[in-house]
């Protein structure tokens, strides 16, 4: 799907999408053209993206290849800016999604490309329909609208994935269970993922911010530079999220071992306590009913009988007040 604004300088609308239309619309320096590719193929780009716009191959073959990290590219007449907005689903298994967005700007233009639907773009689409204050101060504030907005939709991500930290927290000590491991780990992959998106994107505004393009003008570098404030705070609760996360996964284990040491010591209690009655049984043999006569038959007579069944009860219960007394227990 390929759509169209354009401000001519009074008022704003929705513009063809045709190469002629677009082709008509950049003649006019007055105006300003917002093109938006999304989920559209290859064939139907790379044409108007040459032929209406005279960007360099390269560039083109960047966009539409959809696998670049952040970055910035200077091509005199306009910049290539690749960024990525996120998407987080907690129900999939705290899946984190990334949807690369590429931006050609120049002085009357700004063109994005994207594969999937990205809800911060749209949200500055149906702005820029509804207020043309948008469109006044060029298109460099058009791309910090846009840019903003994408940093901005970061925040309920890294609130989100807090919110599951905590959950996880406590589930590491109400219930331990060998699936919280996974859902850890696939949680450090995700905020892993994220730390990677944050951290060149960080440098892109870092550079919108500071050096010279030809199509940035210099009193708009204050913006990018709260931008980069943004995601240089942003980056710091990653850090401080992929602390917590690791640990999380520290008192699980911890947890766990503990568990296993309460086990351990159970049984090995368990052992102690049978250790004499085994030692009785080996030793005697325990023939109480065999027909035996003379002295083997005094030693398995009822009395005798009695007797180590006595001793093989008191032995086990003097050891288990022993063992508590001595606070092993």
């Not at 700007?105 to 043309?132: F, K």
Request: hydrophobic share 45%.
């Amino acid at each position: 799907m390929i759509r169209a604004l354009y401000f001519d300088g009074k008022t704003t609308q929705i513009y063809p999408s045709d190469s002629a239309a677009l082709q008509q619309a950049l003649q006019s320096t007055a105006g300003l053209l917002w093109v938006d590719f999304e989920a559209s193929t290859p064939e139907i780009d790379e044409p108007i993206l040459h032929n209406v716009f005279g960007f360099h191959p390269l560039a083109i073959a960047d966009a539409l290849q959809e696998t670049h990290i952040p970055k910035i590219d200077d091509w005199e007449n306009y910049l290539y800016i690749v960024l990525h907005a996120i998407h987080y689903q907690r129900n999939d298994g705290s899946q984190l999604e990334t949807n690369e967005l590429d931006i050609f700007l120049g002085q009357n233009y700004m063109v994005t490309h994207h594969d999937q639907p990205i809800e911060a773009l749209s949200a500055v689409w149906d702005e820029c329909q509804r207020d043309d204050r948008h469109w006044k101060n060029g298109s460099d504030h058009l791309l910090y609208r846009l840019i903003e907005r994408v940093v901005t939709s970061y925040l309920p991500v890294l609130e989100l994935v807090d919110d599951e930290i905590e959950e996880i927290e406590d589930l590491v000590f109400r219930d331990p269970r060998p699936e919280l491991i996974e859902r850890i780990f696939t949680l450090k992959r995700a905020v892993a993922h994220l730390w990677r998106v944050i951290s060149p994107q960080r440098e892109v505004l870092n550079k919108l911010a500071r050096d010279d393009y030809a199509v940035i003008d210099s009193r708009a570098r204050i913006y990018f530079r709260d931008v980069y404030d943004h995601l240089v705070r942003l980056h710091e609760i990653s850090e401080s999220i992929r602390d917590l996360i690791s640990g999380a996964l520290d008192t699980y284990l911890s947890v766990i071992n503990n568990r296993m040491n309460d086990i351990m010591k159970t049984l090995t209690v368990i052992t102690t306590f049978f250790m004499p009655i085994s030692f009785l049984t080996g030793f005697f043999g325990m023939n109480f009913f065999a027909p035996h006569e003379g002295i083997l038959g005094v030693w398995t007579g009822p009395f005798f009988f009695t007797l180590t069944v006595i001793i093989m009860l008191l032995t086990p219960t003097a050891m288990y007040f022993w063992i508590r007394r001595r606070g092993w227990l």
